[in-house]
Antibody
């Protein structure tokens, strides 16, 4: 059974930093591209970042480019999101999401989602 | 940047057909994916690549995509289909972004 378990969320002050982790199990993690997707309270889904299976291709949303860094450790079956210079508008539930990954080298559909971890940016 | 436009809400009686649209410039040239999200839960993929269904998704869910509009069709709507629905594409222009529509709240009357 595919499982994605996020951790690392919490309350942080504006300008602060936080590192999210996603532990993957039930599939060959190193064969799949991954995404981070967020959802502000009461709002819609917003894509944050994508990383290919080998980390050779990375994309970011304009809203986080230069502040957030996506990475992965295939030996540890883990996905990460380093978030710096956090702003109030970064408050959201952050989902770790597996790409269907047809091997196209670009994002496809997301077929599995974690349950999310809440990040609250507030003074 | 590429924009996907969905109606904020759609209402349908049980047993009827619901159609949720997703508008975008020449969206017919892109692969469109659809997600269902119920309150307090993570999204679930219901249609991918315009019209394919993941295993476990009822045949009542179908999709189409042409021109400037993609459509998710839910036949014989049930109370359990009440949820938010989002479309998604990959914008391979200079932006290189994954784009979600704003979401549509499906209400079963």
């Amino acid at each position: 059974e595919v499982q994605l378990v996020e951790s690392g969320g919490g309350l942080v002050q504006p300008g602060g930093s936080l590192r999210l982790s996603c532990a993957a199990s039930g599939f060959t993690f190193s064969s799949y591209s991954m995404n981070w997707v967020r959802q502000a309270p009461g709002k819609g889904l917003e894509w944050v970042s994508y990383i290919s299976s080998s980390s050779s291709t990375i994309y970011y949303a304009d809203s986080v480019k230069g502040r957030f860094t996506i990475s992965r450790d295939n030996a540890k079956n883990s996905l990460y999101l380093q978030m710096n210079s956090l702003r109030d508008e970064d408050t959201a539930v952050y989902y770790c999401a597996r790409d269907v990954d047809y091997g196209s080298g670009t994002p496809d559909a997301v077929d599995y989602w974690g349950q999310g971890t809440l990040v609250t940016v507030s003074s | 940047s590429y924009v996907l436009t969905q109606p904020p809400s759609v209402s349908v009686a049980p047993g009827q057909t619901a159609r949720i649209t997703c508008g975008g410039n020449n969206i017919g040239s892109k692969s469109v994916h659809w997600y269902q999200q119920k309150p307090g839960q993570a999204p679930v993929l219901v249609v991918y690549d315009d019209s394919d269904r993941p295993s476990g998704i009822p045949e009542r869910f179908s999709g189409s995509n042409s021109g400037n509009t993609a459509t998710l069709t839910i036949s014989r709507v049930e109370a359990g289909d009440e949820a938010d629905y989002y479309c998604q594409v990959w914008d391979s222009s200079s932006d290189h972004h994954v784009v979600f529509g704003g979401g549509t709240k499906l209400t079963v009357l």
